[in-house]
C-alpha cells in the first residue's frame, strides 16, 4: 500500500471506532443503513455526479420517510433506487434511523478558511462536505416574485421546506428541473397530495364542487419556472 492510502485507511478506522464508542442508538443504526446509500449519494448525503444523485443532507425527516416508502411501495419509480428500498433490505425502523440520521447532517455552504498549514487531504476532505450549488442565470425579480406567490407557501420563504414539504435550496438545480418535468408528466404527484390532506382536514360545504386537479406546476410557463430555479439558486446565502 502507498503511504496515503495508508493514512486514509487509519484515518477511516480512527473515525469509525471514535463514533461508535461515542454515541450507540439510533444515531448509529441510521449511519449503518446509510452505508450502502453513500456509494451514490456521498458519505454525507451531499449528492454526487453534478445532481444525478440529489443531496439528501439536510433534507426534511418527514419528507426523506414519506420518500423512501414511496420508491419501496414503487409509487416513486426510480431504477437504482428501488433496490435499495426493498423490505428486506430497507424496514420501516431502518426508514427511520436513515431519515433522522441524513436531516440531522449539516452541511456547511461557504468554503472554510483553510489555515497555511492544512494539507491536501484535510482541505478534500473539508471540501467534499460543502455544498455550493453554482448560480443559475434567470429574471430574479419575476423568479422572487413567482417563488413567493406560488412555491413558498409550503416550500418556505427561504426555501428550506415545512414539515413533510422538502426543502429545495441546496438542491442540485437539475435535480430540481427533472422533478418538475416529472411531476408534469404525472409521473410523481406533487401539489395534488397536499391539497387533498388539505381538504379532508377542514369541513368544506357538501356543494361545492371539487377543483379540477391542475398542480401549481402546470400554471406557470418554462420561463417562471427557470426563474424560480434561479431565484433558489441565489436563497442558498439567506440567513434559514
Ligand atoms: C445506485 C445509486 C443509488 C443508491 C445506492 C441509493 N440511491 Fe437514493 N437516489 C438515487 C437517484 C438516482 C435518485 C433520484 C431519483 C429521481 O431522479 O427521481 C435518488 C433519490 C433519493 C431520494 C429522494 C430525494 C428527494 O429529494 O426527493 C432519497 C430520500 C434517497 N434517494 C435516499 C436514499 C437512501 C436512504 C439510500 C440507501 C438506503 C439510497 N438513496 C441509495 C440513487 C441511489
Ligand atoms: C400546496 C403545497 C405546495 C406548493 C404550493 C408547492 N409545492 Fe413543491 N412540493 C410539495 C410536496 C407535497 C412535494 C413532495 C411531493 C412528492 O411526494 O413527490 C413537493 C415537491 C417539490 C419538488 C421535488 C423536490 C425533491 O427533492 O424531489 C420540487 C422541485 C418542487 N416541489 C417545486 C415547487 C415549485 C417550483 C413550486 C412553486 C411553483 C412548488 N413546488 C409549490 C408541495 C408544494
Redo the contacts with the bound molecule.
Sequence with gaps: MRPIALLIVSLLLTASFGHAAEQPGQQDSGKEVNGPCAACHGEFGQGGKRGEY?RIAG?RPA?LE??LR?FRSRQ?MNLPMFPYTQERELSDADIKAVAAYLAAIELPTKPPDFKDTDDALTRLLAMEKVMIIPRLEGNLENGKR??DE??A???GKTGRGIN???M?VG?YTN??QR??DI?LKGE????A???EE?EDSKAKPVDKPKPIKKG??DR?TEKD?ND??AHITHLQDATP
Design positions: 440529489p433534507q419528507y414519506q420518500q414511496n416513486r413567482s417563488y406560488n412555491c407557501h409550503c416550500h413533510r414539504f422538502p429545495l438542491q435535480y430540481l422533478q418538475i411531476y410523481r404527484l406533487h401539489d397530495v397536499a391539497d388539505e401549481i406546476l406557470l419556472i424560480i430555479l
